[in-house]
């Protein structure tokens, strides 16, 4: 079960992008994660005249690994750490480990 998932908001731990919010737009592989806003970077693309695509410098979201992000906790306003708790009918749920309340997705 990841603990960081698509939508959930986060927080910048390191790097030169440290202290910025974002929400999760889409995980790239078990580790890596796009955050909207995080890591953009500037990358030259060619033209495409078959696909109509106009070359120049555009601005593009790059991966950041996930140990550098942690979930916003909307109720402290800060960075937290997620558990997993098993609830009685056997499901698994994400919790905050400071408060132990659910995460709401």
Do not use: C, F, W
């Not at 790097?15 to 953009?40: A, F, M, P, Q, W």
């Amino acid at each position: 079960m990841n603990k960081i998932r698509k939508g959930d908001q986060v927080i910048v731990l390191t790097g030169r992008d440290k202290g910025k919010r974002g929400t999760v737009s889409r995980r790239v592989d078990d580790e890596h994660l796009e955050v909207d806003g995080v890591n953009v970077v500037k990358k030259h693309v060619k033209p495409n005249p078959m696909k109509g695509a106009v070359g120049g410098v555009v601005d593009k979201t790059m991966p950041i690994h996930q140990s550098n992000v942690a979930i916003y906790n909307t109720a402290t306003a800060k960075a937290d750490r997620v558990g997993i708790k098993l609830l009685d009918s056997g499901d698994k749920v994400r919790v905050y480990k400071s408060s132990g309340e659910q995460i709401k997705v």
